[in-house]
């Protein structure tokens, strides 16, 4: 985009602004930290205190990333209002993850003092190190390249909006997360994702009312819609991209699945008590759901307002584009903030699980027991520097087998973990022989079906992937010994 | 299964309870989504009727259903869930 200097500047200072409160918070969490005896509670875990209000929009923010910013609206902008129906799948999302883990997953986390999600599986499946190194590295690996690929996402932004040579932009923001994450560890990152989430709130308002006011209303947007392409008007998508298989199987994919997600289901963990999960249930939902749909809509009507899309830019700079088109230059900063903010948001939280997953889970577990406090804290700190350093190279140029793995992250993680945490909650039987089936079932059959049966009777790969999944996991359990009767009693017993 | 003589956590008959709470807000939810959209949006664009300027499927079942659902949430947990402590009670609070 041709931008002059003084829109560039206005544009700048807020968005400066903003990274700089960022990295505030990392400063007086990483005070918080330095007063905590038990070290690796408050760095991985935020010493699992928190308030409604803040769990929700940790939820929130963590779950809403670039794609809900920048490739969803985009695909809105294609196809319509059968996108937005499509989004709207997300609506349960907080009141599941955090319903359906329930108080039970909080109260055997604190049974069992697990910092890590994996503390948990690794408690529950008898100590089984199989289990554990496969939850790990799956963790690892999924995580660090979903993380290349927001990085890569929030750079590219920044080139094609403000001019900013790609480099630089990617420097800039993985520096400034970098440093958040590694200073204030999981304090930072919740109380980030604080501040992230209310400046996307406050965003898509300001969004949607602009669209409607400059479309002229709500039904003369859908009537020139209507004008451009009946189809956009219909639940359908165009040319009937969206058929009723597919679009219902994203209730599996990004509403039920995303359980088995390791960054949301962490959020679960780390409530104070009751009732702050209740209200973050309540205020979780309201705010998902308003951003889906507020995020999509504004998508489907930027048609109207932007016919098409410049040269050089693709579908899915439209919320960025328009901001830059309907607003003044410091307020389209503070705008651009937003998808920035989905971007670091969720970036952080994944960074500060790879580095948990490497110094808690496999470093303490079976490399070094006998580690000491001091020793323990400089770990955590090196490893997430570093964890976060490397993906920073990587995203330099993606080497091509990180694109190809990222196709597969989101699904992987859900191969991984979905049935490892359901299973072990809620069915006394499940044992490691049938957690290790389902993970290497799982992943295998996610990848071989993405690549070769892509819509298998007509729904995405995910379905089948977790049917299987739970098949494998099933009949291997009753095939081997039950777990320890030790476990059981740690686990269900009063 | 032969773990006779063990008694279960009390708190989790209540877990237990609520988690159905959810799966049937949960399912409520899908078909609420599946029959507006679908039941108002299948004929053709032509012989769509209007909501507040919004076709009428997508008005009820994208717009109003989170309206519905965020209040049918914030009525039901108060409803079916209840304050119970998660730390255990021999380690009492220790970590909270």
Known sequence: MNLTREVLMQIWIPLLLYLAVVIYIGLYSS???RKEKDFLGEYFLGRANFGGFVVAMTLVATYVSASSYLGGPGAAYTQGLGWVLLAMTQLPAAYVTLGILGKRFAIISRKVRAVTLIDVLRERYDNNPI?????????????MVAVVAQFVGGAKLFQTLTGLPYLWGLLLFGGVVLVYVTWGGFRAVVLSDVIQGVVMFFGVILLIFMVFYKAGGTYNAMQTLGKINPELLTPFGVKNFITIPWISSFWILVC?????????ALRAMVYKDSKSMHSAMIIGTIVVGFLMLGLHLVGVVARVIIPE???????????????????????????????????????DSQLILVSSAIVKDL???????????????????LFTALVSLIVILFAIKPPSLIIWINLYAFGGLEATFFWLIILGL?????????????????????????????RPFGTHPIVLTLVLGFIAFYIVSLLTKPPKEETIRKFWGA | MGQGGFREDPRYAQTRKEVIVVLVLLIANILWWFIFAYGLGSKPPQEYSYVLGFPAWFF??????LIVFSILVVLVIPMFFKDIPLDSESEGGERG
């Open chain 1, 31 to 33: 005070k918080i930290a």
């Open chain 1, 256 to 264: 039920i699945g995303i359980i088995g997600l390791p960054q949301n």
């Open chain 1, 309 to 347: 899309i410049p040269k050089g830019l693709t579908n899915d700079t439209i919320i960025p584009l328009l901001a830059l088109n309907l607003l003044p230059p410091w307020l389209a900063g503070l705008l651009l903030a937003a998808p920035l903010a989905a971007i670091m948001s969720t970036v």
């Open chain 2, 60 to 65: 009820w079942s994208c717009i109003a259903s």
């Open chain 1, 131 to 143: 289990v554990v190194w496969l939850a790990s590295l799956g963790a690892v690996i999924f995580l």
């Open chain 1, 363 to 381: 470093y303490l577990n079976y490399i070094n027991p006998k580690a000491d406090q001091r020793k323990i804290s400089r770990l955590s700190m």
């Open chain 1, 426 to 454: 809620y069915w006394k039987r499940a044992n490691a022989p049938g957690a290790i089936a389902s993970i290497l079932v799982g992943v295998t059959s996610f990848i071989l079906l993405s690549q070769y049966w892509k």
